[in-house]
């Protein structure tokens, strides 16, 4: 007797190898968090990270943009969720670099000395994992016409002189990346 597949078979026993090749290899295509419901309380806790509100002394928002900037993105199959804000600080952009590193070192986060491709701008990235929670924190210098392209307002007298920067910390919706994540 021929071994035969009733219809419907062929669809339910692929699926089937899929989960079971995914959970092999440590991926899953079942992500809780392939879109932003649900993101809330997680969004809340990247906005407020003390180094987001712990800039250089002298360093201020500019006018035209006080506060944290967030979003969750779900474009690309995982949700990313971000948080920021920018800063125009009369100094060097040494001055900064070094504030930063000190901080984000005190704070338990990891320095990632490699540069990241296509963010010739970036002055540092810093990893940090616990249980599973995952983030990185960029810092990116920004001139006052990349600020007016990139969100939509004047940049102001602050960036005149002096550097403009955004710091940033993003993470995956679930924290997804173990105890590190990468720049």
Do not use: N
């Not at 906005?47 to 944290?68: I, N, Q």
């Not at 210098?141 to 940049?155: L, N, T």
Request: proline share 7%; aromatic share 8%.
């Amino acid at each position: 007797m021929p071994f035969r597949i009733r219809p419907g078979r062929p669809a339910a026993l692929l699926l089937s190898a899929a989960i079971v090749a995914g959970g092999l290899t440590g991926c899953s295509m079942l992500s809780p968090f392939t879109s932003c419901d649900g993101t809330e309380d997680r969004m809340k806790e990247l906005e407020s990270l003390p180094l987001l509100a712990s800039p250089p002394p002298g360093a201020t928002p500019p006018r035209s943009f006080d506060g944290v900037h967030a979003e969750c993105a779900d474009d690309s199959g995982d949700a990313w969720l971000s948080a920021g804000r920018v800063y125009a600080y009369p100094g060097t952009r040494q001055e900064v670099l070094d504030h930063y590193r000190k901080a984000a070192e005190a704070d338990g986060w990891r320095f990632e000395p490699r540069p990241v491709a296509g963010h010739e701008s970036m002055g540092s990235c810093f990893t940090k994992g616990e249980d599973g929670r995952a983030k990185q924190l960029a810092l990116r210098f920004v001139s006052a016409q990349e600020f007016s392209e990139f969100y939509g307002r004047e940049a102001g007298l602050e960036f005149a002189s002096g550097v403009g920067f955004d710091i940033e910390v993003g993470s995956a919706a679930d924290g997804a990346g173990g105890d590190a994540t990468s720049c």
